[in-house]
């Protein structure tokens, strides 16, 4: 199943990718879910159960309306130095927690956005973000799986100056400027990949691939990450978790290379699907 934000209402994502279709879930289900994105996650056992027997053709639709899928999580989590070769490349030996900061929920935007770049230097990350559907604290590794709704396409865009000129970094604010959390283009429930821990993630900014890696690549896989996470806190169904970008950043290029206005960054998760995202001066 995919799910996704069509002009501020949740829908159901039939047919091809190459030629989606939505199914309008306030009107399929009779007001029972919907039409707010995040009443998916209300009941999310229910609304799967529901969403199973759902027979609609659904109606074509423009990329453009698409706004993040899950617009108002009640928390980010965002997780930094959990590839191998970016903590390399970032200087950063890997820590017996993963490294833990937020991304402000007024940061997100869609898999189509145009992000203004603010005074700096504005570097990518593509990742893939997590889900939760059924919170819990505590959540056992061998288990956690069951408590994801889906996976979805997301850029931890970054404006390295402040994140890192300061005596102490300033990750969550460094990387929460409007627009600096497009996600997208919709939930693809975890049944619906061959292996939803080992998929192919890249970005490229203007045709030029910049960051290419597997998502089996990381430090602390997904059902690590919930269990360590939820080992501290208690996760919220409707929480998205950004977990980490691979190598291939641009502050750790030589010469160092950020986002000019004009350009266009496109992410890929394989199985999700992709987000473009254009810079304005
Ligand atoms: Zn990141």
Same mark, same amino acid.
């Given at each position: 199943m995919r799910i996704a934000n069509l002009a501020g209402r949740l829908v159901l994502v039939t047919g091809h990718p190459a030629e989606p279709l939505a199914v309008d879930v306030a009107e399929a289900s009779g007001g029972r879910f919907g039409p707010d994105p995040m009443s998916a996650f209300a009941?999310?056992? !229910? %609304?799967?159960?529901?969403?199973?027997? =759902?027979?609609?053709?659904?109606?074509?639709f423009t990329r453009t309306d698409l706004g993040p899928p899950v617009p108002r999580p009640g928390q980010i989590f965002a997780i930094g130095i959990n590839y191998r070769e970016h903590a390399d490349e970032a200087g950063y030996p890997p820590d017996s927690l993963p490294v833990t900061f937020t991304k402000f929920a007024s940061s997100l935007t869609g898999p189509e956005a145009t992000v203004e770049l603010p005074e700096g230097n504005v570097d990518w990350e593509v990742e893939l973000v997590v889900v939760i559907g059924t919170g819990g604290h505590r959540i056992p590794r061998d288990t956690a799986w069951e408590h994801i709704a889906g996976l979805t396409v997301g850029q931890d865009l970054s404006e390295r100056v402040a994140q890192l000129d300061g005596?102490?970094?300033?990750?969550?604010?460094?990387?929460?400027?409007? !627009? %600096?959390?497009?996600?997208?283009?919709? =939930?693809?429930?975890?049944?619906?990949f061959a292996d939803p821990a080992d998929l192919a993630i890249s970005?490229?900014?203007?045709?030029?691939?910049?960051?290419?890696?597997?998502?089996s690549r990381m430090i602390y896989d997904v059902p690590e990450l919930i269990a360590r996470l939820s080992a501290v806190v208690t996760l919220w169904p409707g929480d998205i978790i950004f977990s980490g970008t691979p190598s291939g950043i641009g502050n750790a290029r030589t010469p160092k290379r950020f986002i000019?206005?004009?350009?266009?960054?496109?992410?890929?998760?394989?199985?999700?699907?992709?987000?473009?995202?254009?810079?304005?001066?």
């Amino acid at each position: 199943m995919r799910i996704a934000n069509l002009a501020g209402r949740l829908v159901l994502v039939t047919g091809h990718p190459a030629e989606p279709l939505a199914v309008d879930v306030a009107e399929a289900s009779g007001g029972r879910f919907g039409p707010d994105p995040m009443s998916a996650f209300a009941d999310w056992a !229910g %609304f799967r159960a529901w969403a199973a027997e =759902v027979d609609a053709q659904g109606v074509g639709f423009t990329r453009t309306d698409l706004g993040p899928p899950v617009p108002r999580p009640g928390q980010i989590f965002a997780i930094g130095i959990n590839y191998r070769e970016h903590a390399d490349e970032a200087g950063y030996p890997p820590d017996s927690l993963p490294v833990t900061f937020t991304k402000f929920a007024s940061s997100l935007t869609g898999p189509e956005a145009t992000v203004e770049l603010p005074e700096g230097n504005v570097d990518w990350e593509v990742e893939l973000v997590v889900v939760i559907g059924t919170g819990g604290h505590r959540i056992p590794r061998d288990t956690a799986w069951e408590h994801i709704a889906g996976l979805t396409v997301g850029q931890d865009l970054s404006e390295r100056v402040a994140q890192l000129d300061g005596q102490r970094p300033q990750f969550s604010l460094a990387k929460s400027h409007p !627009g %600096f959390s497009p996600t997208g283009p919709w =939930v693809v429930t975890p049944d619906e990949f061959a292996d939803p821990a080992d998929l192919a993630i890249s970005c490229a900014l203007d045709g030029e691939t910049l960051q290419s890696s597997r998502t089996s690549r990381m430090i602390y896989d997904v059902p690590e990450l919930i269990a360590r996470l939820s080992a501290v806190v208690t996760l919220w169904p409707g929480d998205i978790i950004f977990s980490g970008t691979p190598s291939g950043i641009g502050n750790a290029r030589t010469p160092k290379r950020f986002i000019r206005p004009g350009e266009v960054l496109t992410s890929t998760i394989e199985g999700v699907g992709e987000l473009t995202t254009r810079f304005s001066g």
